[in-house]
């Protein structure tokens, strides 16, 4: 059994920066593709990053292209978001995800592993 553990969330001013961890346990780390995703209090939940076994391949929503950037390391089980300019449109739980596929997706549907997430607050 996977298990999926975010941390690094927290309240910051707009403008400031933010990195989100997730660490993985119990399965083969590297052969899963990984995924952020958040979700805002009234609204779905939306994906923001993905990215690939080796960490070459990478995938970003619109919104916070040239912001955010997903990274690996798969010797320490571990998926990283770094989060820089944020704004009050980017306060939300965020989720980390694993998913058992060969390319980056954006369906949530299609990730079988989750954390419990983090509270990510932007301040104006």
């Known amino acids: 059994q996977v298990q999926l553990v975010e941390s690094g969330g927290g309240l910051v001013q707009a403008g400031g920066s933010l990195r989100l961890s997730c660490a993985a346990s119990?399965?083969?780390?590297?052969?899963?593709?990984m995924g952020w995703f958040r979700q805002a209090p009234g609204k779905e939940r939306e994906f923001v990053a993905g990215?690939?076994?080796?960490?070459?391949?990478?995938a970003y929503a619109d919104s916070v292209k040239g912001r955010f950037t997903i990274s690996r390391d798969n010797i320490k089980s571990t998926v990283y978001l770094q989060m820089n300019s944020l704004n009050a449109e980017d306060t939300a739980v965020y989720y980390c995800?694993?998913?058992?596929?060969?390319?980056?997706?954006?369906?949530?549907?299609?990730?079988?592993?989750w954390g419990q997430g983090t509270q990510v607050t932007v301040s104006s």
């Open positions: 995800a694993g998913a058992r596929l060969r390319t980056v997706v954006v369906a949530a549907s299609l990730y079988d592993y």
């Open positions: 119990g399965g083969i780390f590297s052969s899963y593709v």
């Open positions: 990215i690939g076994w080796s960490g070459r391949n990478t």
